[in-house]
């Protein structure tokens, strides 16, 4: 099955405290798509200006990527500049956004792509998630990302678009801001009311939990010894949970439960350098490996 | 096999956001050694005051907890003042701290315990705990417990005792304080080679990880809609951790993940309530059903 992204494409200049990085291909759709390649064929549909060059596109292309939506619009590439503290390399603090062609964006779905089943919806203003959703009649999985920036914004818009997606993948701090509710499970039971069935929070260095109907599974974070960019962590996630679920075909709980583990696997690896440099020369021996890892970190005998 | 505790013993004032408690039983021996009973016998070496009644006696005594050595000195009882404020529910904000009895507290080991093989040394005095070892030649595993309190106050002394213990119980601030580095994976190597072969770290509603040579086992947290009193949670860990181990009669990897995930649930009832009176009134089922609830949590297939 195919995998259909539709999010962001973007230049990032990044410091941390492993050292800085400028104008590494970034964006939640390029860091999507690549990661959820190694799982399913993907066809990405985003924006990017005439300052993307060739090498940029050679990412996408070399795995496989499907860029028929990767419109080119006049003007510049989306900018963003970011900087991680050393006291809390969690959060990202944002130096400098340039939206440029980005800012003008409304996704449009190629023909072909118009029978996707598996679909993310990247961080993106919510009214343009929900247009992207009504253009996709076979979805089976819409998943949807989104920030503090849209909750505080445009709350009445995204309620509008939770109420059509089947999953929602936001951080700790959003799930607890969107249901007005500190204690998580109450505050996804609230969430699930607004429409996605399914709630997958993200915590960072402590792992991710998915809600669905009664079930509440967790999975850890796997314990780095050094996290040398968290830049698209989220959308590694999504792109391996999604991946896996497009591979697999089907949306059973065990299957559910092993995207979980895919998605805290790819992003275990995105963090390890800069961008995608980690992520486009893994391999799937390498990733099944360290998904391994993870039912050794997690297994006991009942 | 009998499990022995080394602790205080308090009566206990709690403010938490649910409501709170006057001069409950509490203090770390109290929280381990009734917990741990659900699993083997225990034998609680610990001192009280004059003010200790035949009633919070019948605590211990309902649990068949040895009091051989519970000594009862003139003047009164350990005691301890705090809230929980609502922001942050994880941490105790002391009050007011009367030590009493506790101040000249010199843990005599009766001869009948002298050749326990399971021992935790609840979070006193390093030189303390230290000496206690020193009176178990046959002790099989020996947990300590302290806090920022001793890694400040007396940093040598601790690393004497953490130097003949087998297991460090601290949580993670504890642990980076300790090990003076961030990163976990690190901070835990950096502590193994102080002494104890396994750390175990302490995360509030992020669970509980263990480093044991190569092997890192993660156990979430019970996810509870409400979390009514967190005091005792570590001690309540510990004495399902070491509870089970002593009914299993052996340390292998088998049985230490399976004492993690029995320290995760007795640590989830004993927040359900104020002081003991949750843990006072459960049941063998009603522990093992909520095992099993953490392995529908956790399991995946390969």
Same mark, same amino acid.
């Given at each position: 099955?195919? *995998?259909?992204v539709v @999010?962001?494409?973007?230049?990032?200049? *990044?410091r941390?405290?492993s050292?800085?990085?400028?104008?590494?291909?970034g964006?939640?759709?390029s860091?999507f798509?690549?990661t959820?390649?190694?799982?399913?064929?993907v066809?990405?549909?985003a924006?990017v200006?005439e300052d993307f060059?060739?090498a940029e596109?050679?990412v996408?292309?070399?795995?496989?990527v499907g860029?028929e939506? /990767?419109?080119?619009a006049?003007? #510049?590439?989306f900018?963003?500049?970011?900087e991680y503290?050393?006291e809390?390399?969690?959060? &990202? #603090? $944002?130096?400098?956004?340039? /939206?440029?062609v980005?800012?003008q964006f409304?996704?449009k779905i190629? +023909?072909a792509?118009?029978?996707?089943?598996?679909?993310?919806?990247g961080?993106?203003?919510?009214?343009l998630q929900r247009r992207? %959703?009504?253009?996709l009649?076979?979805?089976?999985?819409v998943a949807?990302d989104?920030?503090n920036y849209?909750?505080?914004r $445009?709350?009445?818009?995204?309620k #509008?678009?939770?109420?059509?997606?089947?999953?929602l993948?936001?951080n700790?701090?959003?799930a607890?801001?969107?249901? @007005? %509710?500190?204690?998580?499970?109450?505050?996804a039971r %609230?969430i699930?009311?607004m429409?996605?069935?399914m709630?997958?929070?993200?915590?960072g260095?402590? !792992?991710?939990?998915?809600?669905k +109907? +009664?079930l509440?599974f967790f999975v850890?974070?796997y314990?780095?010894?050094e996290?040398?960019?968290? $830049? @698209?962590?989220?959308d590694s996630?999504?792109?391996?949970?999604?991946?896996?679920?497009?591979?697999?075909?089907d949306?059973?709980?065990?299957?559910?439960?092993r995207?979980? *583990?895919? @998605?805290?696997?790819?992003?275990?690896? &995105?963090v390890?350098?800069? !961008?995608?440099?980690?992520t486009?020369?893994l391999?799937?021996p390498?990733i099944d &490996?360290?998904?391994?890892?993870?039912?050794?970190?997690?297994?006991?005998?009942v």
């Amino acid at each position: 099955m195919h *995998v259909l992204v539709v @999010g962001s494409v973007a230049f990032d200049n *990044v410091r941390t405290p492993s050292g800085h990085a400028q104008n590494i291909l970034g964006g939640s759709a390029s860091h999507f798509s690549v990661t959820a390649s190694y799982f399913a064929p993907v066809n990405l549909v985003a924006v990017v200006g005439e300052d993307f060059g060739e090498a940029e596109l050679a990412v996408f292309k070399s795995r496989s990527v499907g860029v028929e939506g /990767l419109e080119r619009a006049t003007g #510049k590439t989306f900018r963003w500049d970011a900087e991680y503290p050393p006291e809390n390399i969690n959060e &990202a #603090k $944002t130096l400098d956004t340039q /939206l440029n062609v980005f800012e003008q964006f409304s996704p449009k779905i190629p +023909d072909a792509y118009r029978d996707s089943e598996f679909v993310f919806l990247g961080n993106i203003d919510p009214t343009l998630q929900r247009r992207v %959703c009504q253009q996709l009649p076979k979805a089976r999985l819409v998943a949807l990302d989104t920030m503090n920036y849209w909750i505080h914004r $445009t709350p009445e818009e995204l309620k #509008k678009t939770l109420s059509v997606v089947d999953l929602l993948l936001v951080n700790e701090a959003e799930a607890r801001m969107l249901a @007005g %509710c500190h204690n998580l499970r109450r505050a996804a039971r %609230c969430i699930q009311k607004m429409g996605p069935k399914m709630v997958v929070v993200k915590r960072g260095e402590y !792992g991710v939990i998915m809600f669905k +109907d +009664d079930l509440i599974f967790f999975v850890p974070a796997y314990p780095l010894e050094e996290v040398h960019d968290p $830049t @698209g962590a989220g959308d590694s996630f999504a792109g391996g949970f999604m991946g896996y679920l497009a591979q697999a075909g089907d949306l059973t709980e065990s299957s559910l439960r092993r995207a979980m *583990v895919y @998605g805290s696997v790819m992003a275990s690896f &995105a963090v390890e350098d800069f !961008g995608l440099r980690r992520t486009v020369r893994l391999s799937r021996p390498e990733i099944d &490996a360290r998904f391994h890892e993870f039912k050794h970190m997690t297994h006991f005998d009942v």
